[in-house]
């Protein structure tokens, strides 16, 4: 039944609804919150019963599996959308009854109509339209504003009829910016200082504290902490086993790289595709350590193509949370849900994360080693850089001979064996492995002698069709060879080098000339068809009636001792004298010394073996493939690389790798970059971003609180301020918006207990890091030191461990115990106990947003926990040696040291009494005292000197 042919009531409810409604509708604002939260979930991207979506706008201006339109713009009555949500047959209604016994309201009806009567005009979501700036045109106080944003917030606070807060006093807003800005409390002399300069300078002291904040060396390891979320980073490398590795080169480079403010868009090309820059760096190889956070599985028995695959599709996930805030991963086994996203998308996206060369080995290759010198790291990355060059150089001149089919002879075995499982012979010499080839297989083969100047190994898939790629590695560790004469004499033939099809693996070729587990081959997974040529030292004459012997030894296995063996393969000849020319010429032997030469400087250099990005050369490229459900072991066509069609395409001149991705990310064309990053800057400084979903910027997640306002930050990071975060965070902490109290009113919290208008200051809990931080600072513990290897500060016994190795926390000693949160020993399946109290994340995957939580462990950690027991006694012990003569001195000085301000009456009040109650406790009880302190009163100072650190005061900003 149509719209047309309902009740005139109806009809008259439809035009009443049209005069009501007398403003256009928009439909990111009106429309889209309707679908996403009622209709999506059955007409989307994933499930589209009866044929219908609503995630695009041609389909839905189609026609369902009835044959009906489902919206007919301007017609509301011959919309079958309309007729079914306004219908009394509850077999037709929508939503169904039966699963959504509660129907759409009235007036969400009436909005779907109206749109529809408008002319069902689509937009795309918010977050993937253009950037615009677009100023308010009136304020009610222009005078407010003391940065351009202000003007933002003022409007929206005039629209809701609100008013600012007061300017907040000078000790609460230094505070404030001192922890957001580099994550520690300001100290006595400068709260002192700061108080001086605002009575004598006024607004320029907060200009003066500003720059001091943003120029120290903490600055760096307040926003490196931050990142090292958005990171995974860790010491070790997650699954089961988790072993260690070295990482902490990388978070040094994110502090470096925050206090010399790289510009956002640099800092992004060089994480993403630092190793394709036109002349890397030391520098630049540490920065793509951040897509090696990524975790190993070291567990026996398992598929290290599942786990690289695993570790490429998180890199894919990782870029999209952290650049563009999208819940891209949704589309990995269909379309997204909710945005218009294609899984062909996410996979022409992977596309350009799959060629690199990690393969979830236990050595990590990649790797390089990294010198602490920088000097010294300078010299070595040249040397590796002119080592690999000059390799590439060396096999390139017999590499593109080897596909020239025409030069090769196949030789066809008279006689073979195998000392596991068997050999079986196939037409044109291919020899197949059969039963089971364990670690240490060899196998004897014997041909008729002919001369050669070069004897061709071609490894096939073990399976024609593609879609069953990749397969187990195929690797011939070392091959020996003899020339039987007709006598029985025999002779060795001294194969003097080998040439691959392409230098890939951790493998080089000529190791299958020496002893040992590496060779020549395709490790850990054979992709493709492989090849290598082994070339004699001089061209090979056979007498007539000789025999050809190789011997092929097999030591290579992959994780949990799987043997790699040849399985499917063939030897070809040739006496083509191009090979014997080759191999003989003085100028490659000259390349050879040098390279060896090379290679000697180079391991003179000792230093952290650490794990970097490096693709596979384009002969060795991985085909990408759509998987069917998400699973890896269906797969679908190839896809090459490419971004999302619902954003511009990559720019022409841009290379189709990942270098060109990240520069596709910081471009103009792309606007979800910028507005994240200004988020998350937001965010670190208010305690809640302008859209309050850090990670999903999409039709799930929260719109923003102020639109306009996000885009005019997005648009002066980008062009004022060339992408600098120190510019862009300067005028946030500036603004009056930030400078207001965190006083709140009656009114203000009843109307947005939140402070999502920002009618009022910032009032947050500090993060798990700062919380720790302070107490190390407070009490005089902290050691300032920058950069170096991870520390292990006290924690309670029996927390941490291990099962597959003897690692044990040991605490740092030195003062090393006292380093900030950041450096602290990150074990992903046993991270550092206090810091996961306070909502830090394991690490184990990207986490762009902690949410915070407030329970009875986190007490129980600041008052128990032996590193804060012993900021505790170290703040009791300041307290005597510096905050006065008596205990109400005392207790006024530790809570300035730690709160940024004097206590009130009563808390001083409260804090004696607590003082005095504990001391005649320990008077009576000395032993109890001797568990904290030497004395009584010492030990009455140490209670409430935790208990000054377990305040609300203490842990918030």
């Known amino acids: 039944m149509s719209i047309a042919n309902t009740t005139p009531m ?76 306004t219908t009394k047959d509850p077999d037709d209604r929508m939503p169904p009854p039966k699963e959504h016994p509660v129907p759409l309201s009235e007036k969400k009806i009436k909005l779907l109509s109206e749109w529809v009567r408008q ?48 300017t907040a006093s000078p000790q609460e807003w230094l505070r404030r910016a001192s922890f957001d800005l580099t994550g520690l409390p300001p100290t006595l002399d400068e709260l002192s200082r700061f108080e001086e300069e605002t009575s004598s300078q006024g607004e320029k002291a907060y200009h003066h504290a500003v720059e001091r904040l943003l120029a120290s060396p903490h600055y760096g390891e307040r926003m490196a902490s931050m990142w090292m979320d958005l990171a995974r980073y860790a010491d070790s490398k997650g699954y089961e086993k988790d072993g260690h590795r070295d990482m902490w080169p990388y978070r040094d480079w ?26 890397p760096q030391w520098q630049d190889l540490v920065a793509t350590m951040f897509h090696r956070n990524t975790q190993t599985n070291e567990e026996g028995g398992t598929d290290d193509e599942e786990f690289r695959l695993n570790a490429l599709l998180d890199r894919v996930n990782t870029t999209w949370t952290v650049w563009q805030a999208s819940t891209f991963a949704c589309a990995q086994c269909h379309d997204h849900p909710y945005d218009p996203i294609r899984q062909e998308d996410y996979y022409r996206f992977a596309a350009f994360f799959n060629n690199t060369e990690d393969a979830d080995l236990n050595s990590e290759h990649p790797t390089i080693r990294l010198p602490g010198d920088a000097k010294a790291a300078a010299e070595a990355t040249q040397l590796s850089r002119q080592i690999r060059s000059i390799r590439q150089s060396l096999n390139h001149a017999g590499s593109p001979h080897l596909h020239v089919d025409a030069q090769w002879t196949a030789l066809s075995p008279t006689r073979s064996s195998s000392t596991h499982g068997g050999l079986s012979h196939e037409a044109g010499g291919i020899i197949q492995a059969t039963g089971t ?14 001369d050669f100047t070069a004897l061709r190994l071609t490894i096939y898939p073990d399976d024609a069709d593609p879609k069953q790629s990749p397969f187990r590695g195929s690797v011939l560790s070392r091959l020996t060879a003899t020339l039987e004469h007709p006598d029985g004499k025999s002779e060795t033939i001294p194969f003097k080098e080998v040439f691959a099809d392409s230098l890939t693996g951790p493998y080089d070729p000529m190791a299958s000339l020496s002893p040992g587990a590496p060779g020549v081959g395709a490790y850990p997974k054979l992709f493709k068809t492989r090849r290598a040529t082994f070339v004699p030292a001089v061209a090979i004459v056979a007498p007539a009636g000789s025999q050809l012997h190789l011997s092929i030894q097999h030591k290579a296995s992959t994780t949990g001792n799987q043997a790699v063996t040849l399985r499917r393969f063939q030897w070809e000849y040739t006496n083509n004298p191009l090979w014997t020319q080759i191999v003989q010429d003085p100028e490659r032997a000259s390349q050879w010394k040098a390279y060896h030469t090379l290679n000697k400087q180079r391991n003179k250099f000792g230093g952290t073996t650490i794990p970097v990005m490096q693709d596979r050369p384009q002969s060795a490229m991985r085909e990408t493939r759509l998987f069917a459900r998400g699973s890896f072991s269906s797969k679908e066509q190839v896809l090459k690389p490419g971004v999302p069609l619902i954003f511009n395409a990559m720019p022409k001149e841009n290379s189709n790798n990942r270098l060109g991705m990240a520069q596709w990310l910081t471009s103009p064309d792309n606007p979800l970059t910028a507005r994240v990053i200004v988020n998350r800057l937001w965010h670190e400084c208010f305690g809640t971003g302008i859209v309050e979903t850090l990670g999903d910027f999409g039709s799930s997640g ?9 885009d005019h930050l997005a648009l002066r990071l980008q062009r004022e301020h060339d992408w600098s975060l120190k510019k862009m965070l300067r005028e946030i902490v500036l603004s009056s918006t930030y400078r207001q109290s965190h006083q709140s009113t009656t009114t203000l919290t009843q109307k947005d207990p939140r402070n999502r208008l920002l009618a009022r200051g910032p009032r947050t809990r500090l993060s798990a890091e700062m919380i720790r931080d302070q107490a190390l600072l407070g009490s005089g513990l902290l050691n300032r030191n920058l950069y170096g290897p991870s520390v292990m500060p006290p924690q309670p016994k029996g927390v941490w461990q291990t099962v597959y190795s003897g690692a044990k926390w040991k605490t740092s000693t030195g003062g090393q115990q006292h380093r900030r949160a950041l450096y602290t020993y990150w074990r992903r399946t046993s991270p550092y106990p206090s810091l996961l109290t306070f909502d830090a994340s394991s690490r184990e995957i990207c986490t762009p947003r902690r949410i915070a939580t407030n329970t009875p462990l986190q007490a129980l950690v600041t008052m128990n926990d032996p590193a804060y027991l012993e900021c505790a006694q170290a703040l009791a012990n300041k307290m005597t040696t510096s905050g006065g003569a008596t205990p109400e001195q005392q207790l006024v000085y530790a809570v300035q ?61």
């Not at 790289?257 to 595709?273: H, I, V």
């Not at 080839?437 to 002919?450: A, D």
């Open 10 to 85: 109806a009809a008259v409810s439809l035009i009443s609804l049209h005069a009501a409604i007398a403003e256009p509708l928009e439909f990111n604002r009106d429309i889209r919150p309707i679908l996403v939260e009622h209709c999506t979930t059955c007409h989307g991207g994933v499930k589209q019963a009866g044929e219908v979506s609503f995630i695009y706008r041609q389909q839905a201006l189609g026609k369902g599996k009835s044959g009906k339109t489902i919206i007919v713009p301007g017609k509301p009555e011959a919309s079958e959308m309309i007729r079914r949500l």
């Open 119 to 166: 002319g069902a005009q689509w937009q795309e979501h918010w977050a993937f339209v253009p950037l615009k700036d677009k100023q308010p045109k009136t304020l009610s106080n222009p005078e407010w504003p003391s940065m351009p944003m202000d003007a933002f917030v003022l409007a929206r606070l005039d629209k809701e009829q609100l008013a600012p807060s007061p």
């Open 254 to 279: 994110l502090i470096r790289s925050f206090n010399e403010d790289m510009p956002f868009d640099d800092f992004t090309r060089k994480q993403l595709a630092g190793d394709l820059l036109p002349d």
């Open 437 to 450: 080839q364990s670690v240490g297989t060899q196998f004897k083969l014997s041909f008729p002698g002919e």
């Open 702 to 710: 929260q719109a923003p609180s102020h639109p306009e306002l996000l």
């Open 897 to 957: 040291l730690i709160n940024s301000e004097a206590p009130s009456p009563k808390v001083v009040k409260s804090l004696l009494t607590l003082y005095r109650e504990s001391l005649a406790i320990y008077q009576t009880q000395p032993e109890l005292s001797k568990q904290l302190a030497t004395t009584p009163e010492q030990a009455a100072l140490v209670l409430c000197a935790n208990a000054i650190l377990n305040t609300d005061e203490a842990l918030t900003k």
